[in-house]
């Protein structure tokens, strides 16, 4: 089992940048996958970034150069830095832990971006 804690959301206005982590523990060495989603009313889930346990990245076209996945291995904590925030990035963000044993969800951290 993993569990996984995000936090860092909040409100910022269009153009700033907000940083989100997300903390794990479990049995963190059977991940193959990690991962942000966001999901806004109505819509579903869409993955924002992601890396798998090799190193590989990958971006949502929507905030490509604009937003960073990263990971610190010691403090079993991922990170999702956002720059040059627009108002459509306004969403729940969730991190997602993908491996042997299942797929994890974190509880999902607010953002808004005003305009």
């Known amino acids: 089992q993993v569990q996984l804690v995000e936090s860092g959301g909040g409100l910022v206005q269009a153009g700033g940048s907000l940083r989100l982590s997300c903390a794990a523990s479990g049995t963190i060495s059977s991940i193959l996958v990690m991962a942000w989603y966001r999901q806004t009313p109505g819509k579903t889930r869409e993955l924002v970034a992601s890396?798998?346990?090799?190193?590989?990245?990958n971006y949502a076209d929507s905030v490509k150069g604009r937003f960073t996945i990263s990971r610190d291995n010691a403090k079993n904590t991922i990170y999702l830095q956002m720059n040059s925030l627009k108002p459509e990035d306004t969403a729940v963000y969730y991190c997602?832990?993908?491996?042997?044993?299942?797929?994890?969800w974190g509880q999902g951290t607010q953002v808004t971006v005003s305009s």
């Open positions: 890396f798998t346990r090799g190193g590989s990245t």
């Open positions: 997602n832990f993908q491996g042997i044993t299942g797929a994890y």
